[in-house]
């Protein structure tokens, strides 16, 4: 338990980090909101208005950067992420509207990848030399390529050229579509066609990582003393490569936290380039209009999803490894 504590406590004080950094850059970058959102509109504007508005997006209010700060911290202990200039809805309710895609995304990309990732490397470290260390240099290949050029290259020769997968946006949103959104066949088979190709580059682009990552693990401790004992004690060969995985997956785990920010991040980048709807595409739209609102509350969405996600997988090192409890 005193570790669980520990480790909690050091996520809050990392969120409260990033908090302080989203405020604090965000107001260093050129540009003003207002302005931006002003410029779209071909009508005038009295003074009136004007004030109006700067109250209404919380700019110009001649306070102090420290007294901006304490609002800032406030209103986002009462959920409140402001409003966007571009689109004058809450970011609550953008956010709200554009998470569940990134989040199924990647949630489904990062299984896969771990998943197939894992077993492959067991595999090869288990029977080292043979025919899936072929898989090696393809899978880092992969790894090796940026997240928006793989994207691009799926895009282009599996959707375009070859016509397997939508090439764009989270479902059939065409003139003759029939899909009508909620839990129907129709709905969910669509999201799950125009969905293939984002998740597959996301999946590609990682997997390389839990492969080589689990075949070196395994080729080192298959070597320990306790998996010879196994094996001398005559136990099939499958449950003696069970003994090792279990030990070598340790690491996995905990490359596991280290990773899941780049994913997310990639994540971010494959959804632009597919014009998929989520985050990515969100915050590439409020960087553009210059939405100071929406960009904060995504990057603080973000920042807390990649928390909560390493968080979990320290209670899941803990629960597996008995020398994490040991050392509290």
Do not use: C
Not at 14 to 23: D, G, K, R, V
Not at 136 to 145: E, H, K
Not at 208 to 216: D, H, L, Q, S
């Amino acid at each position: 338990m005193r570790t669980i504590l520990r480790r909690l406590g050091f996520y809050l004080l990392a969120a409260f980090a990033a908090l302080t950094l989203n405020f604090f850059l965000l107001r260093m970058l050129p540009g003003n909101p207002l302005a931006a959102a002003l410029a779209k509109s071909t009508g005038q504007i009295t003074p009136a208005q004007l004030e109006g508005l700067e109250k209404l997006y919380g700019i110009g209010t001649h306070q102090s950067l420290a007294s901006q700060y304490l609002t800032y911290l406030g209103q986002l202990l009462h959920g409140n992420l402001g409003t966007s200039t571009a689109k004058s809805v809450p970011v609550t309710t953008l956010i709200g509207t554009d998470l569940p895609w990134t989040l199924g995304l990647v949630s489904v990309a990062t299984a896969v990848a771990f998943i197939l990732g894992t077993l492959i490397g067991v595999m090869a470290g288990w029977r080292r030399s043979g025919l899936l260390d072929a898989l090696l240099p393809v899978s880092t290949f992969f790894q090796a390529v940026p997240y928006f050029i793989l994207s691009f290259l799926l895009l282009l020769y599996v959707g375009y050229y070859g016509g397997l997968f939508p090439i764009s946006n989270g479902y059939d949103t065409g003139r003759g579509s029939t899909v009508t959104e909620g839990w129907n066949l129709g709905f969910v088979g669509s999201v799950i066609d125009h969905g293939f190709l984002p998740a597959a580059a996301i999946a590609l682009a990682s997997i390389a990582g839990w492969i080589v990552g689990m075949r070196n693990m395994m080729i080192t401790t298959m070597d320990e003393d306790y998996v010879l004992v196994a094996a001398a004690k005559g136990l099939p060969q499958w449950r003696v490569a069970a003994v090792a995985a279990r030990n070598a997956l340790l690491p996995s785990i905990s490359n596991f936290a280290l990773s899941i920010s780049l994913v997310v991040t990639g994540s971010i980048v494959t959804e632009i380039v597919f014009s998929y709807p989520g985050l990515g595409s969100e915050i590439s739209t409020a960087i553009q209009n210059t939405d100071y609102p929406v960009m904060q509350g995504i990057v603080i969405v973000v920042v807390f999803t990649v928390l909560a996600v390493n968080f979990l997988a320290d209670l899941a090192y803990v629960a597996l490894d008995p020398r994490a409890r040991k050392e509290a």
